[in-house]
Every structure is written in C-alpha cells, then in structure tokens.
C-alpha cells in the first residue's frame, strides 16, 4: 500500500492535546478524576467501601454520591463528612458496581475499584445502569476529541480499550439505526488508532452491538492501508461490521448478525486496503465481501452456505473455515488449521469477579472455539490472585519482579518504557496486552538489547502487545536462547497479535539487528506485523536508508515453527530468514523496503544477486511448507534503478514446498523480476502467480552465511540458558 506521510509536527501536537473521560457532571461541576488521586477499600466480611482521599476544595463538607457505572444514569446521595474518609455501609451488591463522586465548591472526583484495579486507560460501560447509546457517544466522543480517526491518531502514544459488560434482561447496547455501518443512520461505534473494544461476558452473545466502523482518513475516506493498530474481541454485532483495516488489526472470537455490504465499507467503488486479520468469527445471515482489500486471512470462521465471491484482489487465505470461497488464483481455501490456541481474554465470572481466559490448545480444528452457551475448553484464572495488572508508569523492574513471583501480566493500554528487557522466564507464564499496549527502549538509552526476552520454557503466552523502539537495539523480541533445544510440543509456545515496529514514531538514529528471533522449538504464532516505517517523523529516502536500520523483520531458527497471519514489510535483509526445519506459514504479505538508494546498496548473496527476496528458505533446510504468500513492488525513494531479482527463494529440495505466490508491482520504476528462484515471470508485466514450486526447475540460490545475533549481545546481569 503506498502511505501518506505524517508530519513531525503534526504527530507532536496530537501529543499535546490528549485527553481523558470523565463522569457526566453538571454543568458547574468540574470534574479532577485523573488530577486527584483518592482510594477505594472493600471490606468482604461487611460488605462495605471505605474511601479516602487527599484534601481539594477550599470549605465545606464533601459530598459523596454513587452509581452503579462510571456513566450512570442516576448518582444517588450516600452521605456527606468533613473528613478524608468515608465508608459506605450499604454499597450495590456487585462491587465493581460502585463509582463514587466526592464534590466539594463544585469540585468532583470519581472513585471505583474498577478504576483503582485498572488505571485511566481502560473504560468499563454497564447496560444496566446505563442508555444503550451512552458507550457509542462516549467512545466516539474521543475518537474525535484526540485525532484517533485521522492522521494525528497514527503516532499518538495515546492507548485505550473499552470494555462492555454482559447484557441483563434482553437489553443491547445498540441505540438502533440503519444501513451500512460507514453511513451517518447506522449510529456506528468509531473505533480509532490504539484501541481496543471488548465484550466481559462469557461469550459473545452476551454483549450485543449495533454496528462498527472503522473510518479510513486517506483520499477522502476512501484509502485504508494506514487504518492500522485497533481491535475488537468477544462481542456480537447485531447490524453491520465495517472492518475498514489494513495491518495490525485484529478481530476475534465476535458473532455477527449482518454484514450489510462489505467488510471493508466506505460507501464507494473506490475503496482500497491492505490486508487484516480475522478469526474465531460466525457470520450467521450474510457472507461478508473483502472488497477492495489487497489481501486478508481469516482463520476458523464459519459463513452461511453460497457460492459468490468475496473479494480481494491478490492473495486470500482460508484456513480451518466453514463454507470458504472456492479456491482459484487469488482464494486459497485450507481446510483444517492444523495446531492452535485461541488468545487468552478478560471476562467477569458468575460469582462477579475478573477472569482471564485462556483457551486450550486444539489441533486439525474447523470453525469457531466457542458456541452460543458454552466458552469452549480451556482454563480460567483469577485477575486479583494470579495476574498483575499494569498500568502506564510501570517499568521493567515493576514487570519483571511480578513474573518471578510468579504472577502473569495483564498490561493495561499505555505506553511502557523499558530500561531492560521484560523476562520471560518460567513455563506457562503469560503477558497479555489491552488496547494496543505498548512496550518501548524510550527514553534512556541503558536498554540496548531489546524490548522482551522469552526463555526456552513450556507454554509461555505473549499476545496484543506492540515492541516499540526509540532506541538501537539487538532485537525487538527474542524467543529462546540461541541453541534453544526444548522440545515443547506437547506445551507449544503461543505468540499473538504481536506488532514490532522499527521508526516511524520520533526522527531519530535507529539500529536493530533483528525485529523477532524465534529460536525455540513448536512456537505458535497467529498474527504478527512486523513493520520497518516506511512512513513517519522520519525523512523519507536515503535519510531514512541510513537512520532508521533494521535488517530482518523476522529469523526462524526453531524446529516445528507454525505462523499464521505473517506481516513483514520494508527491512533492508532477508524480511523472513527461515533456517529451522519442519516450519509451516499460512498467509505472508511483503513491500520491500520503499527507500533503498541504489543496486549496489541493495543487494544479496555477496552481490551477486540484486535485492534480497522477501521470504528465504536457507538452503540447508530439509522439509519447509508455506501457502498464499504476496511480495508487491514498491520502489519509490529510489535513484529508479533498484530491482529485486526474486520475491522468494527455497532450495531445491522435494520437501521445501511454497505455494500459492504472488509479486505485482503498485508503484516506482523497479520491478520483481521474477516468482521465486529465477521462475515465474516479472512484474514489468503486471501480476505473476506461481500455484506450487518444489519441482526444482528454478537456480537454487548461492549458499550463504547468515550473521546472527549471539550472546555477546545479551546483557550481563540476564541469565540465558545454555
């Protein structure tokens, strides 16, 4: 997709301006919830609430009123004192159903234990207390409050996740409305940059929704490859999904009603994106229509019976779904997925308390993991005794501290700023990421080895989390030492909705060796985007070439590695080196990098080869399969000489199997000159396919030696296995 660029100034000032939620108040009542900081005590045994807070206001009593919801429609009287403390004898049954108001001189702060457990970032909204059109006006409202929506939102180190929690009665949170979920009558929910939306229930049914949208803000509306960075989980929408996305999006375990157009709707012919990720989905009325998409995979969703098509323009993947699209040049219908665990989630249990989710794994599956009565298999743990839940402000000492006392991680959305790595360092441990949370080498410069390493252990879950660098660094995620041996196939290592993203953010000399290293043995992982900016504070060019350095998106030296949902676009290398064996892909999309000055800067196989193909299978490697791979010419801050002889290159081996390629060009002069290994054809011709390649007919690349990161890179007071 070609990307507009953003300015410096223009990221700057959306920094300048973020905003955060308040209560409904009256007019003459001003608000401090974020100012004034005050505290919530729950006494089981009494069933009370015992509130303090520092002193505000200048005299008089404080006043404290309560509702069951931040945004209630009702705040009644409880009692009023003179002191900083109070105790609510008698609070609403639930205790998460407790927001206080203290006033004083028309002052007012809010308190809850939801906002104590959780932080200003996460947003819970209760049907019961609350207008089925109060959770869409308040999230929209910050969608245009902070430039979410438009170009400002796409470097905003604002995070944010809304959270819904189950419907009581045949209530909905839907306000109702009409038509596509792009137009003003449908009443949409607006789901902009670092956000999140998530149903507390047990299953999806349990939170109804009107509709969603996603709006695209390039070429009036119409252009949505950098609608990035947002999710969607674990609810049903009820009218239209306009899943208006490209990468970095995830949308899962969700039940949908109606489809009244496309997936991807902005009301015109023109529309075009660049790929996006589904999954665990049931659509029960309508097949939905990727058109205008570039590219998409959906994994286990399951569509009404027809026979139409639904969209897309290059490279389509259907794995483990009910009633695909028939497979041709662009679908590529799977029939089973073969090993997979669904991403763990947060619910409220029957007794009233925060669960965690997290779902077995399951091998050969077809369709959803959940059904309308049951959350499917898989084990619940409690968020207050197991997890510790981090907020903005919490660094790597915070984190690493709780893994070794043997907790999990819930991140709340923000912005975590590392001075080392987060260590995952024991079997089964989990870091789980709200609202597009972010971890970040920012802003000292003593972390110099990487956002998160994981050790060679059983079961270790990393899901929805963004490796953010504003600093040099050897990697952006490590799993596994180098050597890693384990065999883990009976506890596989699951990766999840995970974004690594090299510049972009801040104009500033970065170096990164590697964004991934997947060292460890049957690793899982389902939806990664692993982006070198080709947009951003940055200048763009040859400034860019030399300044913002990565050499890999992703190396695979593990055995028994399966990637579903594989994103990797515009690093200077081999995007994807493959050198561990028996690795599997479903579903690869590339650009290479936009800005490599010249041939001569850009060039693989000690020179001998122009560029470096986007996906590499080392020619040591004995038993490989990867199906529906895209690599799309885009040489734009060139000197309109620079090529790429190959898009993908695999030793000729009758175990090395890739099918189902893809190269077009969309935009500069230089071209793919052919498929994969001197085969397939040029993109000077427009689109080239290549069904299956393992007969050998292509030049097996040159042997190489690939330089890797070693030990010498690791910090010393990080203990890796040998």
Not at 484 to 492: E, G, L, S
Not at 686 to 699: F, H, I, P, Q
């Amino acid at each position: 997709m070609i990307k507009k660029l953003i300015s410096a100034c223009t990221a700057f000032s959306v920094m300048l301006i973020l905003c955060s939620f308040a209560a409904p108040q009256a007019p003459d009542e001003k608000i401090q919830e974020n100012k004034t900081e005050g505290k919530v005590v729950y006494n089981k045994n009494k069933h009370s609430m015992t509130l303090s807070w520092p002193e505000f206001g200048s005299s008089g009593n404080y006043v404290i009123t309560r509702g069951g919801s931040r945004l209630a429609l009702d705040f009644a009287a409880v009692g009023s004192t003179s002191k900083l403390v109070f105790t609510d004898s008698k609070p609403n049954k639930n205790k998460y159903e407790n927001y206080y108001k203290i006033t004083r001189n028309s002052v007012t702060i809010v308190l809850s234990l939801e906002k104590q457990i959780f932080g200003h970032n996460m947003y819970f909204y209760d049907r019961k207390y609350e207008k089925a059109e109060t959770a869409k006006n308040d999230i929209n409202s910050q969608f245009g409050a902070i430039g979410l929506g438009g170009s400002n939102g796409e470097w905003t180190t604002k995070r944010q996740a809304y959270y819904l929690k189950a419907n009581i009665k045949g209530q909905t949170y839907d306000s109702g409305g009409s038509g596509s979920a792009s137009s003003p009558e449908a009443n949409s929910i607006e789901l902009g940059f670092y956000s999140h939306i998530g149903g507390l229930g047990k299953v999806p049914s349990d939170v109804k929704l009107g509709s969603i949208f996603t709006r695209p803000h390039l070429s009036g509306g119409a252009n949505a490859t950098c609608t990035f960075w947002r999710s969607v989980e674990n609810v049903e929408v009820m009218r239209d999904f306009a899943w208006t996305v490209s990468q970095s999006t995830s949308a899962r375990r969700i039940l949908i009603e109606s489809t009244s157009k496309y997936i991807s709707d902005v009301g015109n012919t023109n529309f075009w994106g660049s790929g996006g990720f589904i999954a665990d989905a049931n659509y029960t009325s309508s097949r939905p229509n990727w058109g205008g998409q570039q590219q998409w995979y959906t994994r286990n969703a399951v569509f009404p019976l027809g026979s139409g098509a639904m969209g897309g323009s290059y490279n389509m993947v259907w794995q483990g779904c009910v009633n695909p699209p028939q497979a041709n040049d662009i679908n590529a219908p799977i029939p089973t997925t073969p090993i997979i665990r669904e991403k763990p989630f947060l619910f409220i249990d029957s007794d009233g308390e925060y669960k965690v989710f997290v779902p077995a794994w399951q091998k050969d599956r077809v369709g959803v993991s959940w059904s309308s009565t049951d959350m499917g298999k898989g084990k619940v743990q409690d968020l207050l005794t197991q997890w510790y839940v981090a907020k903005e402000g919490d660094t790597n000492v915070e984190i690493n501290n709780a893994l070794k006392a043997g907790k999990n991680i819930f991140f709340t959305p923000g912005h975590y700023t590392l001075n080392a790595p987060i260590q995952v360092n024991r079997k089964d441990a989990i870091l789980l990421g709200a609202g597009i949370a972010s971890v970040t080498l920012e802003p000292a410069e003593k972390n110099t080895w990487g956002c998160i390493y994981a050790d060679d252990k059983d079961g270790i879950i990393i899901a929805g989390l963004l490796m953010d660098s504003f600093n040099s660094t050897t990697y952006q995620i490590r799993i596994g030492n180098e050597g890693a041996k384990a065999d883990h196939a009976a506890d596989p290592i699951l990766l999840s909705d995970i974004t690594c993203r090299v510049g972009g953010v801040q104009s500033k000399n970065i170096q990164i060796q590697a964004a991934m290293q997947i060292n460890s043995n049957n690793v899982i992982g389902d939806h990664f985007w692993l982006w070198r900016a080709d947009h951003g504070s940055q200048k763009g060019g040859d400034a860019r070439w030399v300044r913002d350095r990565c050499k890999n998106g992703l190396i695979v030296t593990g055995n028994d590695v399966t990637l579903y949902a594989l994103f990797v676009e515009h690093f200077q290398e081999y995007e994807v080196l493959w050198l561990g064996e028996r690795g599997r892909t479903y579903f690869f999309q590339n650009e290479p990098p936009y800005d490599a000055p010249n041939q001569a800067a850009w060039s693989s196989q000690s020179g001998r080869v122009d560029g470096y193909a986007a996906f590499k299978v080392a020619n040591m490697v004995k038993d490989h399969h990867t199906i529906g791979l895209g690599s799309y010419a885009v040489f734009t801050g060139t000197d309109g000489k620079v090529n790429k002889k190959n898009g993908f290159e695999i030793p000729n081996s009758p175990n090395v199997k890739l099918e189902k390629m893809c190269i077009t060009r969309f935009a500069g002069s230089g071209n793919i000159q052919n498929v994969i290994n001197g085969t397939g054809g040029s993109t000077t011709d427009g689109v080239k396919r290549v069904a299956l390649y393992n007969n050998g007919d292509g030049t097996q690349p040159y042997d190489e030696e690939f330089a890797l990161p070693n030990h010498e890179s690791y910090p010393v007071y990080i203990v890796m296995e040998k």
